[in-house]
């Protein structure tokens, strides 16, 4: 079991390796090194928060020797002169988005906070954290909430100034800021986003695709065809745009070995930040879905070592050991995902030219305080069951089906089926008590015309719902747009 919930850990956080990916155009510049071997300007494990952000707040040390960021029970909201004197004006030839004022606070105690970064590491002089995801994890319930911050959110830096949240990281490294970069990465999210983050894990591409390699690669769920650019040969001239060549999978189930999975947690030339963040989402999901599987069990030594030399953490193996009855209680319906994209944020170009992307305040908040809170789910004291079978020839398309119905906090299994001709998907709801809202919000879901519901009540089945889907089937769907 212990070593299960490590192997879990070890890998769920290289998925946040993203560096900046090089592109088939002339001046193109080469990957960075590929091993990050931090010098002595960077903090040391284990990464504590600074110590006078907000007024009130405590920092303890829990049983297993882990920091954990505590509030105080009745937690108040501070203003900006409390936590940082003397810098409330406002330079006058600002505009009114050059400045953000702190968000409410809004982490419980019930809840864990992991920060996972991945950066193009060339030195430890100049780089940025162009991935940044937050896992919420909260034990007691078996939920988390995957949260996706684009690179260039505007955002106050605290003692900086206005600046994207990807350069907080090397701000707090470069300017003696207490804590140094782990600390202003942390504080930073606290200001503008209202999160307390307990741990952060910083990785490097190399170990990414080391790791996953040692597993045998992972099983993805591309629901969308996915295209672009990609070296005909990873050993080959970056630079030499005669190596690159438009690559496409999906959709379907798509194996990929560690390059492959690089390949396509980094891409974004034909696509945009935005469906970068879903595509790393994916890949987290299916980490985790891997990780749980009997064969992963015995690399876990080899693992283990590479996580070492490639991930600089303060996740401790008590916490691994203290989160392990919420492992196994885990399923893909038990992760939500969130993603800081439009509508929640606007484009917009600073005095200064640059393009960045600066929040809705109130939409956004909405957003951070649903993901931080409980899942209400949709499926409650009365479980709906939901069984797929694949009617057609494409392989792999139930798998689409049952993540998608995950993605709205729905349990469904696939089973087996002998027959791959069918034309057009049906949804049988197979219950004796009809209950149109269940059925609406579904037939929605799948994306299915009215007639593909068909009504077919069987007295004491086990199932609620089986779908059986046909050629007519579009597994291309939206994350961000459901949540349960």
Request: hydrophobic share 40%; net charge negative; aromatic share 10%.
């Amino acid at each position: 079991m212990t070593k299960r919930l490590i192997l879990v850990f070890v890998v769920i956080t290289l998925v946040s390796c993203n560096i900046n990916n090089p592109q088939p155009a002339a001046g193109v510049s080469g990957l960075p090194n590929n091993t990050y071997r931090p010098d002595s300007t960077i903090t040391p494990t284990p990464f504590f928060p600074s110590d006078n952000l907000y007024p009130g707040y405590e920092y303890v040390i829990i049983a297993s020797s882990t920091p954990i960021y505590i509030p105080p029970t009745e937690t108040p909201v501070p203003d900006l002169e409390s936590i940082l004197p003397g810098l409330v004006t406002t330079p006058s030839e600002l505009g009114p988005v050059d400045y953000q004022a702190p968000f409410p606070y809004i982490t419980d105690n019930d809840t864990i906070t992991f920060l996972l970064l991945g950066s193009d590491i060339r030195s430890t002089s100049s780089f940025r954290t162009d991935t940044m995801i937050i896992a919420a994890f909260r034990p007691s319930l078996g939920q988390i909430s995957l949260i996706s911050i684009p690179r260039d959110l505007w955002v106050y830096i605290p003692t900086q100034g206005m600046q994207r949240i990807n350069t907080a990281y090397l701000k707090g490294e470069t300017s003696g800021h207490p804590g140094k970069g782990p600390a202003l990465v942390r504080d930073t999210i606290l200001y503008n986003l209202g999160i307390r983050i307990d741990h952060i894990a910083m990785v490097d591409f190399n170990g990414f695709k080391k790791i996953l390699d040692t597993i045998g690669g992972i099983d993805v769920p591309v629901y969308c065809q996915f295209t672009d650019w990609h070296l005909i040969d990873p050993s080959a001239d970056q630079q030499d745009e005669n190596n690159w060549s438009l690559y496409t999978i999906g959709p379907g189930v798509i194996h990929m070995d560690g390059e492959t999975a690089l390949w396509y947690a980094r891409s974004r030339k034909k696509s945009s930040d935005f469906d970068r963040g879903r595509r790393q989402q994916e890949l987290l999901r299916a980490v985790f879905a891997k990780m749980l599987q009997v064969s992963s069990i015995a690399k876990v030594p080899e693992l283990y070592g590479n996580f070492q030399d490639t991930i600089q953490t303060d996740i401790s193996l008590s916490m691994v050991l203290d989160l392990a009855p919420f492992v196994f209680k885990l399923n893909s319906a038990d992760i939500r995902s969130y993603y800081i994209r439009p509508p929640l944020v606007f484009s917009w170009t600073t005095t200064g030219g640059a393009y960045v992307l600066s929040p809705h305040t109130t939409e956004l908040q909405a957003m951070l305080k649903e993901a931080m809170s409980p899942s209400t789910k949709v499926v409650t004291t009365d479980p709906i069951t939901i069984e797929i079978r694949n009617g057609t020839q494409n392989l792999g398309w139930d798998r689409l089906a049952m993540e998608r119905l995950n993605y709205a906090g729905f349990e469904a299994a696939v089973i087996p089926y002998d027959q791959n001709n069918f034309p057009n998907t049906y949804l049988f709801d197979l219950s004796t008590t009809t209950d149109p809202t269940n059925q609406q919000f579904l037939v929605g879901l799948l994306g299915l015309p009215q007639s593909a519901l068909i009504l077919q009540p069987i007295a004491d089945t086990a199932v609620d719902y089986s779908l059986v889907l046909g050629a007519d089937y579009n597994p291309c769907f939206k994350p961000e747009l459901i949540n349960p």
